[in-house]
């Protein structure tokens, strides 16, 4: 019989269709960090991710019945992921015996409201105590040695010096990452890992129990030596002079190397706690190896000494100790709620460390220091704590007006971020009101917002700015006003071509009205600014401003 073209094309047919499925079907690629130009990306799906997070309160993933009501609004937020922690005593409620439920119920329903997950291994610390750890960890407190504060009292601390602590933390740690991968093959809902919660004894600066003070009067460790000396010439300052005490002898006690005193008590604390959670971490990594962070609870202004905050965590200033004592280690993240916002992202944006926010505040102030943490530090992510008992409507909250503006633009800020064209400034009453950026061939003078008719003065202004081409940005702002001037060589004066404000949907620019006249006049002494070379133009974001501005600039002389 003569074949007839039509079972050839069927079969081709038939053929693109089962390649296509089995492409669809093709799990995603693991959550990971990728080095790109300056910065390190998160890459999901395959894609730079922006984490636009939230943290929930300590106890409310502990119960999927209490999270029910909450998870509409999350997902309204505008968020992309959610910081939700995972009890050890509730995994592993008897030794070696594991009840991922909690996990399971979580993993489910952040993917049936489309939101990722950051989980929080809250192990054998949570800010600094041992209550998260197992009833049987608790009372056998033979096997599982605490921290001696400096009075000889037993704090409520497991001490990092012990290995049964160790071992046990990272069988669960294991056995939960396991978990997830076998669980979660699909969707990879899991994003990234924090493991423990702002380590570091609080009460004391060191453990002065016996398996400590046997190291403590033992040599330091060789891999901190070999560390230090290998990487002298980039150390951070603090530990400079740290190790100047003793003219940076390289070989001898902890009191030897670093001088006898807090600082001493301090750094070794922080080498037991580096290197207890870099064996956490290499034991889950082992199971899962996506991005795992430690965060940190950050000295405050009252503080004295160490102990006074969780002394030995990852601080800023022990960040080169947690460096040689936890390779394996991805971020160093610290919780901000102090108003030092903008110089606490640089301290923690040295040593090649990529700026990721776990905990922080929400509200107008929080919608600010997320864009300048994104904008300024390339930050992957933020997330205020609490998110889900925000008390102002979803609707009209500033984090939520934030998210979803940041959203639309995700791609243009990761491209950006990656090509060094994006930066953000950020103002309040404890910061300057005005500040001076650079940005390609422009300055951009941010100063705090002036009241102009019904609208009222905020105290948080901010701004960001992303460069689409040589002399056309977008800038999103609240609260502020912006003007230019020239920052290379060439015609002296800067002025605005034109201006459009508009949104950005589904990828795509759609400008509103056209900005002109007394939108874009920001003062009219006209012989002062012709003095200064500038032109009383720029453009003026409103409080509670919803709209991008974008912006070509030309110049002139
Ligand atoms: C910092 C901790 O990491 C969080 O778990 C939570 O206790 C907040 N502080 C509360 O402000």
Redesign the pocket.
Known sequence: MKPTKFPASLSLLILILFLSSCIEQQAPTIPALEKSGNVTRLIVDGKPFLVLGG?LH?SSSSSREYMKKFWPQLRASGMNTVLAAVEWSLVEPEEGKFDFSMVDGLIQDARSYDLRLILLWFGSW??GQSHYNPEWMKSDFKRFPRITAENGRSLEILTPLSKENLDADSRAYAALMKHIREFDPDHRTVIMMQVE??VGILGSPRDHGELANTAFNSPVPQELMNYLTSNKDSLLPETVQLWSVSDFKTSGTWEEVFGKSEKCDEIFTSWHYAHYLNEIVKAGKAEYPIPMFV?A?IVQAADKRPGDYPSGGPQAHNLDVWKAGAPDMDLYCP?I?RPEFRELCALYTRNNNQLFIP?ARAGELGAGQFFYSVGRHNSIGYSP??FETRTTEVENDPMTNAYKLASSIAPLILKAQEEGAITAVLLNNEMPVSEEVILGDYKFLVEQGRARRSEQASQEGYCIIISLHKDEFIIYGNSVQVSFSPATEGPAIAGISRVDEGRYENGLWKPGRRLNGDDIMLDYDLAKKALENKTGTGLRFGPGNELIQRVKLYRYE
Do not use: L, Q, R
């Open positions: 943290e300590n949570k800010n919660n702002e965060n609870w919780d709620y905990e704590f609490g």
